[in-house]
Structures are given as C-alpha cells and as structure tokens.
C-alpha cells in the first residue's frame, strides 16, 4: 500500500519544498498539505490541500480518516524569534500540535509521525563545538524549551505507546524558494536576496557568530530519508543531530563576493545575537550518519552558486 500523507503545516519554509518533493516520491494525490491559512497557486494546484488548525485534534483526526493518512509530518510551529515575542502563544501552539499527533498514533489512526526539532534545544552551557548527540540542553529561549520537551514527548510515547515517531534537529536551513519564517538563522535567506536586489545586506548578527547551517534540498532529503529508513535502524527517539556546514556572517559574504564582487555588508546586532550566542558553532551527527547512512551534498560553495545561480534566473525572468 502506498503511503497517504499529511503535512501540517506545509505552507512554512521546509514545509513548501517538503510537500513538492513528497508528491514527486508517492504521487501528488497521496500528499495532503495542510496549514491554518490556504496555500499558494503551486500548492492548491498540485494536489490536494486542507486549512487545518494543527491544534485541533479533531479536525486533523477528520482529514485523517477522509484520506485514510498513513504518516503525518508536523512541521507546524512558531520559531525562535517570533516564540520570544509571544511565548505562550509559542508554546501552547508547538506543545498542543505535537501532543494531538502523537495521541493519534497512539490511538493508531496513523502508523508514524515526524517532527522536527532543532539546535535550539542546545544553550550556553552546551559544548560549543562537535556538539555531540547526547550532551548538556539548557536553552534560553522559549522556542529551545518546547523543542526539548517535545523531544521528549516523542521518546515517552515511543517508550510507552510503541509511537514509531523520528525526528531531526536541523540547524539553520537555507532556501531561495522561500522566505524564512521568524528564526534567528534567517539572515543566511535574506542576505542572498539582499545581495541579488540591492548589492548590501545589514546583518543582525556579529560578523564571526558561527552557526550550524544546511540548504533546503539536503534538509529535505535527510527528512524523507529518514522516514523511510527501516524501524529497526532507527536508534534515537529524541532528535537526531543533522549538520552540513558552519560558517559566519563574513564567511558566506566573501562567498557571495565571488559571484558578486560589488557585494558589501554591514553589521548591526540585535536581540538575535543573543540566541545564537546560545547555539553550538559545530555539531557532530555521527550517529545520523551511522544509523541511517545520511551524507550531505552542498557545502557553503556549492549551495551559494546554485543559489545565485537561481535567483538571477528568477529576476532575469521577471524583467521579461
């Protein structure tokens, strides 16, 4: 039988990218995208969508039943800048969302879940570099706090309920696709189209702050990836350590310097800085490579050209 999945969510920054690579996979029919607000022309288009409350366990039991849904992927959640600015508004909608899901597979209406965790988890008093799988999580934001829990929500219904949930702590993700979504790696979207439009960028971070980071397609890789390893590789129910690069501020705008020589840069930190300060500068994902074989393909040279590459393409067109 085919997989019938749902994403939750799929209107957000890996959820758009996600929701197209997943219908390519199994078929668009078999992909139902989902979110509080109706999707863009592609995603009404090319298969079938449904505005959601991921909150509302009964409206997501609903679709579940109409499509007769195998998977879903929770990728609903407010990120880390926007959580600190409406903490319990943050919480109550990354807490509830995950619990509704993870008790409908424990109801067995669905066979598996994905939810994505993150660095965020990490805070000041994690090791800083080659962070490892299991170590020290203490965050300092509002967004680190509902990802460790949640993270251990998913191994108590894992535990307890036989709940085959997976889940990944992504770093910082890079897209040209689409517009990040209030997090506090979201300079390294922004200043490519910066770089495109108006040939500057001011960043809001320090010019040296080093941060874990990976572009959308190995992201979305490693998450289908993931969910099609074999139940018995899979080892961590928490959240897996993923990583592709590090790199600062200075770092990717000499990249873009290569393509773009007029490029210039300015820097005036915010209260951003703060949380990335709290974030490890490396990770060490050797156990995601060990268990389910994950390698990455871009790294901060090649993910640059193609992302340059693309958004010229897409402003060259636009002018015609």
């Known amino acids: ?13 890996i959820g758009q990218e996600l929701t197209q690579k997943l219908r390519v996979i199994y078929g668009n029919n078999n992909i139902i995208a989902s979110d509080i607000r109706e999707g863009d022309e592609n995603m009404l288009l090319s298969g079938p969508f449904e505005v959601i409350d991921a909150t509302d366990k009964a409206s997501i039991l609903a679709i579940i039943k109409k499509y007769n849904i195998t998977q879903v992927y929770l990728l609903a ?18 807490m509830s969302s995950l619990l509704a899901v993870l008790n409908l597979a424990k109801e067995k209406h669905i066979k598996q879940v994905y939810w994505p965790s993150s660095i965020a988890v990490f805070g000041p008093t994690t090791p800083k570099n080659n962070t490892p799988q ?3 999580m203490a965050p300092t934001t509002v967004y680190g706090i509902s990802k460790v829990a949640g993270e251990y929500w998913c191994n108590y219904y894992h535990e307890k309920f036989g709940v085959d949930v997976r889940s990944i702590r992504y770093p910082g993700i890079i897209s040209w696709k689409s517009k990040p979504g209030g997090g506090t790696t979201d300079y390294a979207v922004d200043i490519y ?5 108006k040939k500057s960028y001011q960043c809001f971070l320090s010019k040296d702050t080093r941060l874990p980071m990976m572009y ?8 289908i990836q993931l969910m099609e390893t074999d139940i018995k590789n899979i080892k961590n129910r928490t959240g897996y350590n993923l990583t592709a690069m590090s790199f600062t501020p200075e770092e990717i705008a000499s990249e873009i310097k290569k393509h773009i020589p007029e490029f210039k840069i300015s820097y005036q930190p915010d209260a951003r800085q703060q949380i990335a300060n709290s974030w490890p500068e490396t990770i060490d994902d050797a156990e995601a490579r060990k268990d389910w074989n ?9 993910m640059t050209e193609e992302i340059i590459k693309n958004l010229k393409k897409l402003e060259s067109d636009s002018v015609k």
Do not use: R
């Open 134 to 136: 299991n170590t020290i």
């Open 77 to 94: 959640a407010m990120l880390s800048v926007t959580s600190e600015q409406q903490p319990l508004k943050a919480w109550d909608l990354n």
């Open 294 to 302: 994950w390698k990455h393909t871009y790294d901060l040279s090649t």
């Open 193 to 197: 189209f910066d770089a495109i439009q």
């Open 216 to 223: 959308m397609e190995d992201a979305v890789e490693a998450t």
């Open 1 to 13: 039988m085919s997989e019938k999945i749902l994403i939750l969510g799929a209107c957000g920054q």
